[in-house]
């Protein structure tokens, strides 16, 4: 996969040939740690782990990121060192992004839309646009992303999940991933994730799942 190619080329020849455990990285989007949207980022990690691959996770709130600045600098791709002339923390999450073979973006809904923090780290991923010309352009390049959305509001036709899904998708799909799974559900309250055997089984099942896609068959 493009993560294991682009991670294997950063190795030293003594490492090579070494079996690379397939990565899950989680970008979570809310600012409350220990909160719903981070024990189902959590919960996805753990499965992953347990399954045998590397898990990380970031937390797009512990991080400065500042607002795409509109100068479209990625677009003309001139003499720029790296994917964004913006420099902050997301340089090293647009390398992170590269470097998985599996990705979770994980987000509250917040006003019927993924949260700022969630919102600020997609919008910085203009650079990977299908409607670019540089060589970076669609650079998820079929990558699984899963998707874990949770809201207050028990009535998903009110909650703005479609609407976050939505965005959430269009990113992925612009950015040449593949949307894996969907994981949502209606919380409110810290805890009422971590109470919700049900989704969180949901979850670590969904992760299962991609760890197994992320995992070439053995030849017989
Ligand atoms: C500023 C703000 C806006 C919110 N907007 C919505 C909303 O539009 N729809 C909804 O169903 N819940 C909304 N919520 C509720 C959160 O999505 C919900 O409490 C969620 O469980 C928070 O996730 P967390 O524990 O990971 O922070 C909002 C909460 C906040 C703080």
């Given amino acids: 996969m493009a993560g294991r190619a682009n991670r294997a080329a950063m190795l030293t020849p003594g490492e090579k040939g070494v079996a690379m455990p397939p990565k899950l990285v989680a970008f979570v989007g809310s600012p409350r740690p220990g909160g719903n949207t981070d024990t189902l980022a959590d919960a996805a990690l753990s499965a992953f782990a347990q399954a045998g691959g590397e898990a990380e996770k970031v937390i797009l709130n512990s991080l400065s990121i500042r607002p795409c600045q509109g100068c479209l600098a990625c677009m003309r791709g001139d003499g720029l060192e790296d994917f964004c002339a913006v420099r902050d923390d ?6 992170k992004l590269l470097e998985a073979d599996a990705l979770l973006w994980a987000t509250p809904v917040y006003m019927w839309s ?9 919008d910085r991923l203009f650079p990977f646009g299908d409607y670019q010309k540089t060589r970076w352009r669609a650079a998820l390049a079929g990558k699984p992303v899963g998707l874990a959305i949770v809201y207050a509001d028990p009535d998903p036709l009110t909650s703005g999940v479609v609407q976050t899904r939505d965005v959430l998708r269009a990113v992925v799909e612009a950015s040449g991933g ?18 919700n055997a049900a989704v969180l089984e949901r979850m670590r099942a969904a992760a299962s799942a991609l760890f197994a896609a992320c995992t070439p068959a053995e030849p017989d």
């Fill in 90 to 95: 997301m340089q090293g999450l647009h390398r």
């Fill in 178 to 195: 593949r949307v894996a799974f969907v994981v949502h559900t209606a919380a409110d309250q810290r805890g009422d994730v971590a109470r």
């Fill in 114 to 122: 993924p949260s700022a923090q969630m919102k600020t780290f997609l």
